[in-house]
């Protein structure tokens, strides 16, 4: 298990209380695919008594991350090192390599993922592919049989990728008429590509309530998907590039909008806790890393005024927000102070959709059984309107609900919201 503190390995009680959290769990009834019995496979290689074997490999690829035992959990076993630290294993010993799989992740995770410019220039031609109608003629010709299979099914569910990226809609520095914070924003991977209107309204937000928004370029990927892939040793290089893009000291807050993204930015300190370089940066970087609606919360936001028309909202609470950061009640806050809108409470909202970031491609149909049940959820709710705060949840619900509904993000509403009401003010004058 790496250098991963062996009493991380024994806090577990082994009491059983993850089991009816576990989306695993509860499709196969099977220990083994349990948070309980993948720590129990943990602890035996770390005793050596077991061996990391492709079938230990396959199990832990199984597990979605999710984190929701981590919530059911009285002990407070930290699951998501376990997680991170196993998977990290299972490539360094190479049990699942093949040539084919070994190419994919030196592509996405070395590749893509790592530097900012190719993540671009893959979002441009993603874009030209998209815009130029080459899309639609090669899904009418069936070309897409040429594909291998993985790739086929994933090519109708691909995102629409944005036309302007965070860099060209938001400026280096952004201020108020009067500044009451100074804070630095985080533009992402997936969400500069494919939802860069929402880093632009999170911009807009943070103007209304008094920040000053700092958003440096070249930010590249925080290192997320590397970490939950068995990539730790990427993951610390993203992890210093983006330390390196803010000056920590002149700022009061780093604003992230992507659940998946913040659980891992407020975790550098683990991450590099052995490098003496950055390791007090990481500190401090922590301490300073908040959600957009945990940072509206804490420094009370304004409540937007003025009539809007009534509809029904309700609310998916993506795994890495609610499980791996407690942040449950603020998006609430920001949705329930928005004119017009009636928050339905989510039957089991907080249940994974089955996005978990790459699983609905690794393990499509597991993922596929989780998008249905959340469906299902949301259609019972009556709401024309979805809010969730991850990209990978947005994508994940929108393509199950089709024409039916509509996914934002609260900070989206929210920025709508205030446009609404200086519409109306300006309408008045």
Not at 60 to 72: D, E, Q, R, S, V
Not at 210 to 236: F, K, M, W, Y
Request: glycine share 8%; proline share 5%.
């Amino acid at each position: 298990m790496g250098d991963l503190d062996y009493s991380v390995v024994q806090q577990c009680m082994h009491c059983g209380m993850c089991l009816p959290s576990c989306p695993t769990y509860l499709e196969t009834r099977e220990e083994r695919n349990s948070p309980r019995g993948r720590i129990a496979l943990m602890r035996a290689i770390a005793d050596e008594e077991l061996d990391v074997t492709k079938e230990f490999g396959e199990e832990m690829y199984y597990c979605l991350g999710c984190l929701a035992c981590t919530t059911a959990c009285p002990a407070g076993v930290d699951y998501p090192k376990l997680f991170e630290h196993a998977r990290a294993e299972i490539e360094h010993q190479g049990v699942l390599f093949t040539p084919e799989r070994a190419f994919w992740r030196w592509l996405t995770l070395r590749q893509i993922f790592a530097k900012p410019w190719m993540l671009h220039a893959v979002g441009r031609l993603l874009w030209l592919y998209q815009a130029s109608g080459m899309c639609a003629l090669v899904r009418k010709s069936g070309l897409l049989r040429l594909l291998p299979a993985n790739l086929r099914n994933l090519e109708p569910s691909t995102p629409v990728v944005r036309r302007h990226f965070s860099t060209e809609l938001i400026a280096e520095v952004e201020r108020p008429e009067t500044t009451k914070h100074r804070v630095g924003m985080l533009t992402g991977c997936v969400q500069d590509l494919v939802f860069s209107d929402v880093n632009r309204d999170t911009v807009e937000v943070l103007l209304a309530n008094g920040c000053e928004v700092i958003t440096p370029r070249a930010q590249g990927c925080c290192g997320s998907l590397h970490a939950h892939n068995g990539d730790l040793e990427q993951a610390e290089i993203q992890a210093r590039r983006i330390i390196d893009r803010f000056d920590l000291d002149s700022i009061d807050a780093i604003i992230t909008n992507a659940a998946g993204c913040g659980s891992h930015l407020k975790h550098f300190t683990h991450l590099l806790r052995n490098d003496p370089d950055y390791r007090d940066k990481a500190v401090l970087w922590d301490e300073k890393v908040r959600d957009i609606s945990e940072w509206l919360v804490e420094v009370g936001f304004r409540k937007p005024t003025g009539d809007a028309p009534a509809q029904k909202v309700t609310y998916h609470e993506a795994c890495h927000l609610c499980h791996g950061q407690g942040i449950s009640r603020q998006p609430r806050e920001v949705l329930n102070a928005i004119p017009g809108l009636e928050l339905v409470e989510l039957e089991n909202a907080t249940h994974c959709c089955g996005s978990a970031g790459v699983y609905n491609i690794t393990q499509p149909e597991q993922a596929a059984k989780l998008q249905e049940e959340k469906v299902a959820c949301i259609q019972r709710t009556g709401a024309s309107l979805v809010a969730t705060a991850n990209p990978g949840c947005h994508l994940q619900v929108q393509n199950g609900l089709g024409d039916t509904a509509v996914v934002k993000h609260p900070v989206t509403l929210l920025a709508e919201a205030y446009r609404a009401e200086k519409n109306q003010e300006e309408g008045g004058a």
